[in-house]
């Protein structure tokens, strides 16, 4: 198989990661969520709890002296620029999977990647976070709601643009419509599809 990374952007619940987990193993290459990429970022020396605050799209200031006097630096764009660099040297290394962390737009330039988006009903998601998080329907709301505003965030703060924007991606899928495991397989045949085409 010719190198290839797939980017996948997905809304809470909608069962991205998962997905994502299933194409890759499909397809023998590597995978990558979030918490790979930010396990990455903090071994080269951004702090944890810096990475969680920028996803909260916080402006984290911190003081340096110069010789003019204290100046100040934003800390949420190192830990951007960290991720970008982390993110483009997985997609160099190998073929892969990487969910989320606006990859479709810090690879936009490259011509071997697929950019896919993955969304579902509300209900259909509220749902879901209730089976695999085993909480209660209060809390599922909650947790989709405060995931789908942090992450529009994020995204917004870091492209300027809209998470599932058409414009941005590919293919985008309600994973609601085939299932998880079938949507996987579905990608799977456009990926094989897209091998076939070459260049």
Known sequence: ????????GCEYGAGGPQIGQMLAKALGIEYYDRDLVDSVVQRIGVDKDLV????QKKSVLY?????LGPRYANLTNRVISAQFEVIHKFAEKSSCVIIGRSSDYILKDRNDVLNVFIYAPEEVRIKSVMSTQ???RKKAEEIVSYNDEQNHARHKYITGTYRGDRKNRHILIDSSLLGWEKT????????EMLEEKGD
């Open 52 to 55: 969680e605050k920028a996803d």
């Open 184 to 191: 996987a397989q579905y990608l799977l045949m456009l990926v």
């Open 63 to 67: 003081t340096f002296d110069t010789t």
């Open 134 to 136: 085993k909480v209660s």
């Open 1 to 8: 198989m010719k190198h290839i990374v797939i980017t996948i």
